[in-house]
């Protein structure tokens, strides 16, 4: 009966799991989830303080960050790796763009991020929760 | 790292835990995505299943205190989310719906006549995946994964006397069941 048991690895790996892998595209999916989730890691007035830092004029990484201190947000203080995950996720999103200038990138809002910021500025209930879901897509 | 090749990420940055969940996957993508499988015996859904496992180690990764090695906490986080699933309403309702009208909307049944063949490795390998899941689960867990007694009760914390006391139940089905078919 030893025997057998000890074909079973090898049994089952012919069988059911020869074709059986964990795809590439798979675990591009699982990073896209976790991607969603990381947007609710900030806070609804950071990412306020983000989109009014860069609304009148392009801003690289470092000024938006630079900003932000003199704002008190010190969300980004020693992490700036996650202020770049941040506008690398509103870009996705459509809220902001980027272009090169000179080896530096500079981020603006787009219009769609504009009008976010606008509507939410002017008090509107359903930009607030709009900005909410932008935060809580991590909870489904 | 940044643009500037300024500071690079601090200990618990986001970028560090989705790299650890990269690894994580490269690992034991497969090795859980198997588990997966032996319980739900449907590639579609193990395959479903195993993202939301790996999305659920990434949430509860802050949690993950070093006491364990990493695979026994990501193969416990799977053999839960398993056995959820399998209680869950939505696949109650789907075998309710097999045995009243042997629909099947998944790949399962395919898969399965496709390995009854002849052949003695395909015997074995299904009658282990006839068994009910309680016995299914040690034998998968000690002759393939090859996880010590201990380690089975880490992973799907139940009481190691109990996982004994299952295998050998375990081998003695298996027993019957593969006299009858030779």
Known sequence: ?140 | MNELGQVAVPEDGIENKEQMIDQLMNEYGDGILHLVYTYVKNETTAEDLTQEIFIKCYERLSQFNGKASIKTWAYRIACNHCKDYLRSWHYRKITLNEKIFGFTPSKSKEVEEEIITKDEETNLTSAVLALPIKYREPIFLHYYEELSLTEISKVTNININTIKTRLKRAKELLKEKLKEEV
């Open chain 1, 1 to 140: 009966m030893n025997d057998s048991f000890f074909n079973l690895k090898n049994s089952m790996k012919k069988t059911v799991f020869k074709d059986l892998t964990f795809s590439e595209e798979r675990k591009r999916a699982v990073k896209e989830s976790i991607q969603q989730k990381q947007l609710y890691y900030w806070s609804e007035g950071t990412l306020i303080s983000l989109f009014e830092t860069i609304q009148y004029e392009a801003k690289n990484g470092f000024d938006i960050s630079t900003h932000l201190f003199q704002k008190s947000d010190f969300t980004f203080q020693n992490n700036e790796g996650q202020l770049y995950t941040l506008l690398h996720l509103l870009e996705n999103k459509g809220i902001l763009t980027s272009k090169w200038i000179e080896e530096k990138k500079y981020y603006s809002l787009t219009a769609k991020g504009k009008k976010r910021l606008t509507a939410y500025k002017r008090g509107s209930s359903i930009q607030r929760e709009y900005l909410k879901h932008l935060l809580e897509e991590a909870s489904l």
